[in-house]
Antibody, heavy 122, light 104 residues
Framework: QVTLKESGPVLVKPTETLTLTCTVS??????????VSWIRQPPGKALEWLAH???????SYNTSLNSRLTISKDTSKSQVVLAVTNMDPLDTATYYC??????????????WGRGALVTVSS | SYELAQPPSVSVSPGQTASITCSGD??????VYWYQKKPGQSPLLVIQ???KRPSGIPERFSGSKSGNIATLTISGTQAMDEADYFC????????FGGGTKLTV
């Protein structure tokens, strides 16, 4: 059974850096054809894709947030980490990690974590 | 950056057919995916590669695409289908539409 679980702080202060960890099970982060993305949803708003890490460790970022995001993985720990710098109240959202099925022209999110609500407030 | 447009809301009576559209430049060249999102739950993939239903998704969910417009159709809509629906493509990066709130 494939599962993903997000962990991290529930509250961060403005200007701080948010670090979230996604722990996966049921598949390997080195499996060709599989990757992991981070996606968020602010309250009452749309899903917003943030970043992706491919099985070969290549990374891709939302161009609107590129300078603030860093994604990495530790395959031995089955973990994907997202860092978001300079947090703002507008970054308050539920943050999801999701497995991405990747076959080149077909990339979609077939398994999602339960999400982690992060609030930015002083 | 690439953008996908969806109607903010669609309303349907129980048992009727609901149609939700997703439009974007060059959508004809991309595979479209649809997700159902209910409050307090994680998104659920309901349509992959324009028109394929993943295992476990009811037959009343279907997808199609014509030119630069993709459509999610729910036939015989049930109360349990009330949710937000998002389309998604992967252009150079993943992109989600703005979402459509389906009211049954």
């Amino acid at each position: 059974q494939v599962t993903l679980k997000e962990s991290g702080p529930v509250l961060v202060k403005p200007t701080e850096t948010l670090t979230l960890t996604c722990t996966v099970s049921g598949f390997s982060l080195s499996n060709a054809g599989m990757g992991v993305s981070w996606i968020r949803q602010p309250p009452g708003k749309a899903l917003e894709w943030l970043a992706h890490i491919f099985s070969n460790d290549e990374k891709s970022y939302n161009t609107s947030l590129n300078s603030r995001l860093t994604i990495s993985k530790d395959t031995s720990k089955s973990q994907v980490v997202l860092a978001v710098t300079n947090m703002d109240p507008l970054d308050t959202a539920t943050y999801y990690c999701a497995r991405c099925y990747d076959s080149g022209d077909r990339r979609y999110f077939d398994v999602w974590g339960r999400g982690a609500l992060v609030t930015v407030s002083s | 950056s690439y953008e996908l447009a969806q109607p903010p809301s669609v309303s349907v009576s129980p048992g009727q057919t609901a149609s939700i559209t997703c439009s974007g430049d060059r959508l004809g060249d991309l595979y479209v995916y649809w997700y159902q999102k209910k409050p307090g739950q994680s998104p659920l993939l309901v349509i992959q590669q324009n028109s394929k239903r993943p295992s476990g998704i009811p037959e009343r969910f279907s997808g199609s695409k014509s030119g630069n417009i993709a459509t999610l159709t729910i036939s015989g809509t049930q109360a349990m289908d009330e949710a937000d629906y998002f389309c998604q493509v992967w252009d150079t990066t993943a992109v989600f539409g703005g979402g459509t709130k389906l009211t049954v």
